[in-house]
């Protein structure tokens, strides 16, 4: 935008640009049950989910796959939810052998979230 306030208010400091954001719910079967509004590219993910009253919708021990940077899981733990995300290398320098089979259960789980995302984008839904 050619307005700086504009401009401002729409630059996402993870994107390194302006941006849109959405929220976009996907079934375990990949498809695609909620996709929100639109929200400029400065507000929080957890705000978002938060003002939508999508974790009203959460039934006790349902999991919630996310990226790294989504910090809900204070959020989740109130309503008996998980939240399920890749393991974070730390200083150990690399994953044990179990966070390396959870890591792959949950990428091979990304991909068909990543192409529904993909499917939103394109297809305008």
């Known amino acids: 935008p050619t307005s700086l306030v504009l401009n ?4 996402s400091h993870y994107k390194s640009n302006t941006t849109l954001k959405c929220l976009v ?8 049950s909620f996709v929100s509004n639109l929200y400029s590219g400065c507000i ?11 974790l009203d919708l959460l ?6 796959m996310a990226d790294k940077g989504f910090p809900l899981a204070d959020i989740l733990a ?4 998980s939240l399920v995300i890749p393991h974070f290398l730390a ?6 052998a179990e966070e390396n089979s959870q890591n792959a259960e949950i990428t091979n789980v ?3 979230v990543e ?8 297809f305008h839904i």
């Open 59 to 64: 039934s006790e021990e349902d999991g919630v």
């Open 44 to 54: 929080s993910d957890k705000h978002i989910t938060e003002v939508l009253g999508i």
């Open 115 to 122: 192409q529904a995302i993909r499917r939103v984008k394109e």
């Open 91 to 96: 200083a150990k320098g690399q994953f044990s």
């Open 25 to 32: 719910g996907i079934t375990p079967w990949g498809a695609v």
């Open 78 to 81: 109130t309503k008996g939810c």
């Open 8 to 11: 401002s208010e729409m630059f």
């Open 110 to 112: 990304r991909v068909h």
